[in-house]
Antibody, heavy 122, light 107 residues
Framework: QITLKESGPTLVKPTQTLTLTCTFS??????????VGWIRQPPGKALEWLAL???????RYSPSLKSRLTITKDTSKNQVVLTMTNMDPVDTATYYC??????????????WGQGTLVTVSS | SSELTQDPAVSVALGQTVRITCQGD??????ASWYQQKPGQAPVLVIY???NRPSGIPDRFSGSSSGNTASLTITGAQAEDEADYYC??????????FGGGTKLTVL
């Protein structure tokens, strides 16, 4: 059974750095073709892809947020960490982590965490 | 451009067929994946690739693609299909994209 769960602060102040951890089970991030990504969703708005890290430590970032994002993995702990610097109220959103795996030549986000709501406010 | 465009809202009568579309240049090279999201819940993958359904997804959900347009079709829509639907693909740089979402209303 594959599960993912996000953890981190629910409230951060403007200009602070957000650190979110995705803890997963049921798969390994050392398996070829597997990645873990972060996607966020502001209240009432659409999904926005943020970052993705692959089994071989290849990393991809949203071009519009690249300067603020860092994604890392700890394979031994089954964790992926996302940091986002210089938080602003517009970054208030539910943050999801999701597995990204090669299936029939496609790489969908096939398993998702429940999401964690992060509010940016002073 | 690296964008995926969806109609904001679509409605369908109970039991009828509805098509939700997604347009973008990346779809000429890469297949779309489709996600269903109900209020207060995480997205769920319903279609990926040419026309593949994860285990547990009803066969009334199907996918297709032509040129720069991907489509999600629900044949015989049910009340429980009322949700937001998002398309997702990647671009040539390996970056992912999500469409703006389509709110499906089942009448």
């Amino acid at each position: 059974q594959i599960t993912l769960k996000e953890s981190g602060p629910t409230l951060v102040k403007p200009t602070q750095t957000l650190t979110l951890t995705c803890t997963f089970s049921g798969f390994s991030l050392s398996t070829s073709g597997v990645g873990v990504g972060w996607i966020r969703q502001p209240p009432g708005k659409a999904l926005e892809w943020l970052a993705l890290i692959y089994w071989d430590d290849d990393k991809r970032y949203s071009p519009s947020l690249k300067s603020r994002l860092t994604i890392t993995k700890d394979t031994s702990k089954n964790q992926v960490v996302l940091t986002m610097t210089n938080m602003d109220p517009v970054d208030t959103a539910t943050y999801y982590c999701a597995r990204n795996a090669m299936v029939r030549g496609v790489m969908p986000f096939d398993y998702w965490g429940q999401g964690t709501l992060v509010t940016v406010s002073s | 451009s690296s964008e995926l465009t969806q109609d904001p809202a679509v409605s369908v009568a109970l039991g009828q067929t509805v098509r939700i579309t997604c347009q973008g240049d990346s779809l000429r090279s890469y297949y779309a994946s489709w996600y269903q999201q109900k209020p207060g819940q995480a997205p769920v993958l319903v279609i990926y690739g040419k026309n593949n359904r994860p285990s547990g997804i009803p066969d009334r959900f199907s996918g297709s693609s032509s040129g720069n347009t991907a489509s999600l079709t629900i044949t015989g829509a049910q009340a429980e299909d009322e949700a937001d639907y998002y398309c997702n693909s990647r671009d040539s740089s390996g970056n992912h994209l999500f469409g703006g979402g389509t709110k499906l209303t089942v009448l």
